[in-house]
């Protein structure tokens, strides 16, 4: 099983940037994808941005072109450099690893990390 440890949350200013990580440690035996969600009280989990193990990104629209996500495979760490933030990206922030077994995937979450943006 993997282990997920996240850090970089905080609160900022409107306009301002964090930049989150999440490492992954622990007995894993092919990540398909990392990524990033986040939710806010009273909604669903939403998709922020992830990466795939061919290094195809997604983002969700409200976060192209301010957030940006990569991937270091050699620490098994997937960051999320957030720029230009807004009130509205206020929210806990989750990490998600994508582990492919056999064919069968493996979710593991981390414990989330809070953002909270002032206007």
């Known amino acids: 099983q993997a282990q997920l440890a996240e850090s970089g949350g905080g609160l900022v200013q409107a306009g301002g940037s964090l930049r989150l990580s999440c490492a992954a440690s622990g007995s894993i035996f092919s990540i398909k994808s990392m990524g990033w969600y986040r939710q806010v009280p009273g909604k669903q989990r939403e998709v922020v941005a992830d990466i795939t193990s061919g290094g195809t990104l997604n983002y969700a629209d409200s976060v192209k072109g301010r957030f940006t996500i990569s991937r270091d495979n050699a620490k098994n760490t997937v960051y999320l450099q957030m720029n230009s933030l807004k009130p509205e990206d206020t929210a806990v922030y989750y990490c998600?690893?994508?582990?492919?077994?056999?064919?069968?995937?493996?979710?593991?979450w981390g414990q989330g990390t809070q953002v909270t943006v002032s206007s």
């Open positions: 998600k690893v994508a582990e492919e077994k056999w064919g069968v995937e493996y979710d593991y």
